[in-house]
């Protein structure tokens, strides 16, 4: 399944109008992911590596701890159903539901400010000796924002890339940032690639949600093109994880942990 | 509550190294709702119209219909906690876990293919005579676009904005496009603003989820700066939505019932 869409739009252009200009359309998608036969989520992504997305999205949900966790992985792709067995059957279906997974199963009480906050998100931090020298950053930036055509011919999608201190491993895209690094962090549990000793370079933005995912798998290098929110620079300062944002041609902000970053 | 948060960062440019210089951060910040003494949902949103952001919450999300189902509403800002108590206390649990509602709801089966995706979400169309000129649509998306220092000195807020064909009638801005969208939903119930005849315009791109927020509130015309993804434009055109993209310049394009759009 192609990852755009073609469409007619209309363009008005200084007051002009052109009718039915074939234009292309990110392609989202609906993928419902039934676990042992329930069904847990609906996730809205770009239709590609469905697997990886689904392994991602069940390690960084917590459901599952690897790939051999899983028993068998049935995709129909045309009906947008990825079912998957797991050893365990009793994977408790309450702490589901996504992306709020880690926001719901904060205990049901008051939460005292932001330092409870983060207390209560739950996440140990992360030892990792890597490093990684400012050059290679500007590369890897570099490649991944030019990875896609897809984001080049309609704007709509994010790209996560995976890389060690030497070279890119891979590069992900989807319409949603936290499925692309979900795509990754599934692919490395399939192919059983090592986190912790990796970074990860982001096209968006960096939220709390990505730095948690992170966390999860241990990844101790995170770096986005664009700007960290306060939350993603306090949890990755309290995880010990490296933070490099606005990577724009020879520039860059260190927030968090700079001493893995070499120059 | 400030919107930005001061941060140490250490920039590097050209191999040189500046630590420790000022930086401003948008603040993210944890807003748990608390409906009729339970838990519902934490959301990560800007620290301000917090009031409008959950009112605006509950009715995308089904749970109230208007803003006199809420008999009280108690923020305590510091403890990062609104509670809401409702007329009605039986509002059914299940169908909350926030931004994926609408996805969950949806019957526990296989869904074969995007129409019959589409249909499940359950949504009616539209009606709505109401028309906007481009004029006015290059106008206020410049305003919007201008609106936030927060995005001028961070980059990491969405402004969604709410007219009608004639004058912006209020400007929301939040870490994330659905929070935006639904403070601009929340205060219009608050104000008993009409949203039948209204626009709304985007700074971000859009996702089927902001066609959906509009489509529950029957808001006829959607405006955004970017690109939309394939299930948005299906679904606009199936809801009678006028969506236009890529407001850019003197340019535009108009994905779904243009005729709401003169020129």
Known sequence: MGKTVECKVCKIEEG??????????????????FLNEKKLATLL????????????????????SSSADIVSFNLNEEKGIAEVETKNKDIARESFFSKKIDLESIKEQ???????????????????????????????????????????NTGGVHCVALCDSKQMLAVYEDVARHNALDKVI???????????????????????????????????????????????VAL??????TLVGFV????????????????
């Not at 002009?16 to 992911?33: A, C, F, G, Q």
């Not at 000796?129 to 030019?146: C, G, V």
Request: proline residues 4%; aromatic residues 6%.
């Open 110 to 152: 008051a939460i005292d400010g932001i330092e409870n906050f983060l207390d209560s998100l739950n996440c140990e931090p992360v030892e990792s000796s890597s490093e990684i020298h400012t050059d290679k950053i500007f590369d890897f930036m570099r490649i991944n924002l030019d990875y896609s055509d897809v984001f080049k």
């Open 16 to 33: 002009i109008e052109k009718p039915d200009v074939d234009e292309l359309l990110v392609r989202e998608y609906p993928l419902s992911i």
């Open 186 to 232: 599934g692919e490395s549990l399939m192919k059983n690639i090592f986190l912790k000793d990796k970074a990860v370079i982001l096209s968006g933005r960096v939220s709390l949600e990505m730095i948690l995912k992170a966390a999860k798998l241990e990844i101790p290098i995170i770096i986005s093109k664009s700007a960290p929110t306060s939350l993603s």
């Open 45 to 64: 992504c770009s239709p590609e590596n469905l697997k990886a997305l689904t392994v991602g999205f069940l390690r960084t949900e917590g459901l599952i």
């Open 236 to 241: 990755a300062k309290r995880l010990n994880i």
């Open 248 to 263: 724009r041609g020879n520039k860059m902000n260190i927030y968090a942990n700079g001493y893995r970053i070499k120059h």
